[in-house]
């Protein structure tokens, strides 16, 4: 009697019923949106917030009228979702004879660190050397978009979204992240097939490494954006001023810049929650990335100049910014990176 109900107790059911997302791009794709309008809309400085926000309404609509009415692209859509399933669940099944066709051979290139640290002009300039046709894709499938943000940090709670650091776990999450990878790796073998380098920015992969390092092992390098967080908090808290969409005003900049620099701490942590991957990681110092991309185009043999990053100055104030608690923050970092035998390259100007 007694072995039986250790056994009731031990036992579980592992079967999950889960609703897996199409992703938006994957809809634009398949209706033939037109790239060049998304990235236009953005600007590659992502100062055109408005205009961005009226851009990503309006395809929505016209991708939701292209679901409903649209018989070529619901087949299309169809045939293309099939080709992700397999994938899907090649990657779920370690079925490496599939998930090679999408992988293997190639180099993986993601671009990480928190917003503002100059990661969009980092991914400009690789795609440039690698040739990698990044502002002729649709923009949420290479850039800052997929997995949606949900799936890397959002934790349910009453049917609210709270961000967390191991969200992805969560077994929605963690299907959902796959699926969505699927669809980008389906996206890039139909469109840019032959590239052998590719390039992908997502900020919310410092969280996710470790899912990534298990997917891409080997084939996968991190190239990790590293900036003084009171630079972060003031060009993050100048763009929220100037955005229509909320009430903040210029009383609230102290509590949100404690918050950025809570949330820089954070993700400079979690990078390394679960160990060295298997690929390179190499952090870039936002004052030094045009030294960094010199060096890094002779490498890869490319013969050209950086573009040249655009750092625009600003009144900090040093005595809160430039005090003992945040420095004390930025060499904790440095230590910790330091005992996987990383360099961290801590700030030393507010830059």
């Given amino acids: 009697m007694r072995d039986n109900k250790l056994k ?6 592992n079967e999950f019923n889960i609703q897996l997302l199409i992703h938006s791009g994957v809809i634009e794709y398949i209706g033939g949106f037109d790239p060049d309008e998304m990235w236009e809309a953005r600007g590659l400085a992502g100062h055109k917030g408005e205009e961005f926000q009226a851009t990503m309404e309006r395809w929505s609509q016209l991708g939701k009228e292209k679901l ?7 087949r299309e859509l169809a045939i293309f979702i099939n080709e992700v399933l397999e994938l899907f669940n090649a990657i779920i099944n370690k079925q490496d004879d599939i998930v090679n066709k999408y992988i293997g051979r190639k180099e993986f290139h993601f671009i990480i660190g928190m917003n503002r640290t100059g990661g969009t002009y980092l991914q400009s300039e690789v795609s440039r050397a690698f040739d990698w046709p990044m502002q002729k894709m649709i923009k949420s499938l290479v850039h800052d ?7 890397i940090k959002g934790d349910k709670h ?6 967390s650091n191991l969200a992805w776990r969560r077994p929605e999450n963690y299907y959902n992240f796959i699926f969505q990878l699927s669809q980008f790796l389906v996206y890039i073998n139909q469109v840019a097939k032959d590239k052998k380098k590719v390039v992908l920015k997502n900020v919310r992969f410092s969280h996710s490494i470790s899912l990534l390092d298990r997917i891409f092992g080997d084939s996968a390098n ?4 590293v900036r003084h967080p009171a630079a972060i908090g003031f060009s993050l808290f100048e763009n929220t001023l100037k955005s229509s969409y909320n009430d903040v005003t210029i009383d609230d900049a102290p509590m949100a810049l404690v918050n950025y620099l809570i949330k820089w701490k954070n993700t400079y942590t979690e990078i390394l929650r679960d160990g060295l991957p298997k690929g390179e990681i190499t952090p870039i110092l936002f004052s030094e990335m045009d030294m960094f991309l010199v ?3 002779k490498k890869h043999g490319f ?8 750092i625009t100055p600003r009144n900090y104030d040093y005595d809160c910014w430039d005090g003992k608690e945040v420095n004390d923050i ?11 035998g990383l360099d961290f390259p801590v700030p030393k100007q507010i830059l």
């Fill in 8 to 13: 009731n107790l031990i036992s579980f059911n």
């Fill in 295 to 297: 060096d890094f185009f």
């Fill in 158 to 163: 009453n049917r609210v979204y709270v961000e």
């Fill in 68 to 74: 409903k009415n649209d018989s070529k692209f619901q």
């Fill in 303 to 310: 013969d050209s100049e950086p573009s040249g990053l655009r």
């Fill in 330 to 340: 930025m060499n904790q970092i440095e230590k910790l990176w330091s005992f996987y």
């Fill in 222 to 225: 991190y190239l990790i954006t």
């Fill in 145 to 151: 978009g997929i997995p949606y943000p949900m799936f």
